[in-house]
């Protein structure tokens, strides 16, 4: 696992009494499972423009307004302030039904580079952005991309805020854009490279 973790407390990451946010953790071996046929030469160039891609977009994005509805610079302060987080995106094949919209937002947030085993339904805030070309924007129905963004909410806590955006893009088709924010440990993850690596925890 790399990346930077520090000691964490609460929900946030913290360094000398001092909150890092965000703070993103980066997971090599998985990295090398999603991009298993990748020349070496080319490796590290595709993982490290996924993630500073999506940071990108997501900034970007927030500097635009939208016909529809818009995700703004407040909105990402509030994720990015909100310490532990995981992002991701996925191209839909499918959008013909509410579920295949809620499908492909949770297969978002496991098909990434940045490090598994965090409880997602720990997050209290969030961004979900969809982007489409104006034909799917003049045949998706509205009513199923606010049911991606309900679901996103009810796997939080309760009381949690999901950030908004739907945008026109060029691009032919849709994609949906997610972060969670104020995630915990990942602990899943961490005690497995702790057996791996033959580390005693602490009880």
């Excluded at 595709?46 to 900034?59: D, E, K, M, W």
Aim: hydrophobic share 40%.
């Amino acid at each position: 696992m790399e990346g930077l973790f520090a000691k964490v407390g609460s929900d946030k990451g913290k360094l000398s009494g001092r909150t890092i946010s965000p703070l993103v953790i980066i997971d090599n071996d998985k990295i090398d499972k999603i991009y298993p046929n990748l020349p070496v030469a080319k490796f590290w160039d595709v993982a490290n423009s996924n993630i500073s891609g999506l940071f990108h977009l997501f900034n970007s994005i927030a500097c635009r307004d939208s016909d529809y509805t818009t995700f703004d610079r407040a909105d990402l302060k509030d994720v990015l302030d909100s310490g532990v987080l995981t992002f991701g995106a996925c191209p839909m094949k499918n959008w013909g039904s509410p579920t295949d919209i809620s499908h492909a937002i949770r297969d978002n947030l496991r098909r990434n580079v940045l490090v598994g085993g965090f409880d997602l339904g720990s997050a209290r805030v969030a961004a979900c952005v969809f982007i489409a070309d104006s034909a799917v924007l003049n045949v998706v129905p509205q009513g199923y991309l606010e049911h991606g963004f309900e679901m996103l909410s009810r796997i939080m806590k309760t009381g949690s805020v999901v950030h908004r955006g739907i945008y026109q893009g060029s691009k032919p088709g849709l994609v949906v854009y997610t972060i969670l924010a104020e995630l915990g440990k990942p602990n899943e993850r961490m005690a497995e490279i702790a057996r791996v690596g033959g580390v005693i925890t602490k009880k």
